[in-house]
Structures are given as structure tokens and as C-alpha cells.
């Protein structure tokens, strides 16, 4: 059994963070915190920081955004906090968990972000760029908010609906009504507006516990 919990945990945990293995979310508090356990039965880790309006995390790097301050912290090390523009900030990660982007919200037209793309809004236009040569992508009929990954694909909301616009260009409607917020906790799982996760695989949609449940 002991070996068999060793390799589940992988080295993705922080001090003061209980082995998030399925990444870390921000909550209607503005706490940070982990999420443990599986679909299905999600729980909520102990707080790590207050007044987060933002975080990301990769298998290594856990980075967080306060009013004022953008704070970085690598596997057990302790956090690094530096001066910020106000609001949210999208982060992306390289490969290797290292941290590869920084856009911060407050007068950008940037609305996601991953290594080697970001989302930009034109006056309402959405546009993939890539971050190697510019080049753009128009995303017709998508419209914030939006997430998009290293090999292009987009998830973004559409005509009433939240749609997964593959690099091909091909739709895939992952929910009927598209959510107010997006955040992404790893390549399959999707957090949507705090309160619940989306699987990317089947679309299943599973239900964080009650704010009164959670410790």
C-alpha cells in the first residue's frame, strides 16, 4: 500500500499545500487552496494564502496574485514576492513546470495564455496569435472567457455554449451554457466559476463542495 501511495503523489506538492494533485484554485474568499481527492469526490485543501485574485500551478512552480504583489513559489522553497500591477494575472508554464508567461489582466487585451499561444481580444474579436512568429488566428464566433493550450486548441465561449475549437478548427460543445470564469487546474479539469470542474475527456461536469462543507 505504501508503494502504491508513492507513486500517486507525484512531486507536485508545496509546504503549506496538501499534494494538490489535481492542481490549485482560488475560492469564493479569495483563498488559496489546493484540490484533492478525484472527480467526483473533490476536496478542497487548507488555505495557503488570502486575498489571492489569482493562481496557477505546474508540477513544480505555484504562482499566485495578490492586489499588489505577484508571488512565486518553486516545490519547497520559500515563496518569492514581488511588486505587481493591480488585478489577475494568467500565467502559463513550460514543459519542464517552469513558469514561461505572465500577462496581468488590468488594461490588457490578452484574455489567455499558454507557452506558446495567447487569446487577444479585438473589440469583441477573438484572435488566436502564436508567440513564436505572430502569426494570427481569427476565432470567429468565440468570445471571452478563454483558455487555450500549447497545441493550439481554444475552449471559449460560443453561441450560448462553452465550445472546444480544435487546432483543425473543428467545434465541440463541452457545455450547453457557458460559465462567467475559467480556470485551468491541469490538461483535463477545468474550473468553472469556483464552483464546479469540468473533465475535457467526456465532458462530465462535477460539483465542488458547499462553501459550509469545506474546511
Request: charged letters at 25%.
Amino acid at each position: 500500500m505504501k508503494r502504491l501511495i508513492l507513486v500517486l503523489l507525484p512531486a507536485f506538492c508545496f509546504a503549506q499545500i496538501e499534494a494538490p494533485r489535481l492542481g490549485v484554485f482560488v475560492d469564493s474568499q479569495n483563498r488559496l487552496r489546493s484540490l484533492l481527492g478525484l472527480p467526483g469526490a473533490l476536496l478542497p485543501g487548507s488555505v495557503t494564502a488570502d486575498n489571492v485574485l489569482s493562481a496557477a500551478a505546474s508540477q513544480t512552480h505555484l504562482v499566485w496574485k495578490t492586489a499588489d504583489q505577484l508571488c512565486t513559489k518553486e516545490s519547497d522553497r520559500p515563496a518569492v514576492c514581488d511588486p505587481a500591477p493591480p488585478g489577475a494575472a494568467m500565467v502559463a508554464f513550460h514543459p519542464d513546470g517552469r513558469p514561461a508567461v505572465v500577462e496581468f489582466a488590468a488594461d490588457s487585451h490578452i484574455v489567455a495564455v499558454s507557452a506558446r499561444y495567447r487569446v487577444e481580444d479585438r473589440a469583441g474579436a477573438l484572435f488566436r496569435v502564436a508567440a513564436a512568429d505572430r502569426s494570427e488566428l481569427p476565432l470567429p464566433g468565440l468570445a471571452p472567457p478563454a483558455l487555450v493550450f500549447d497545441d493550439g486548441t481554444v475552449i471559449a465561449a460560443g453561441a450560448e455554449a462553452l465550445v472546444l475549437r480544435t487546432p483543425g478548427g473543428e467545434d465541440r460543445t463541452l457545455l450547453d451554457m457557458a460559465p462567467s470564469r475559467l480556470e485551468l487546474l491541469n490538461r483535463d479539469l477545468i474550473l468553472l466559476d469556483r464552483s464546479r470542474v469540468l473533465r475535457l475527456r467526456d465532458a462530465a461536469v462535477f460539483r465542488l463542495p458547499r462553501e459550509e462543507d469545506q474546511p
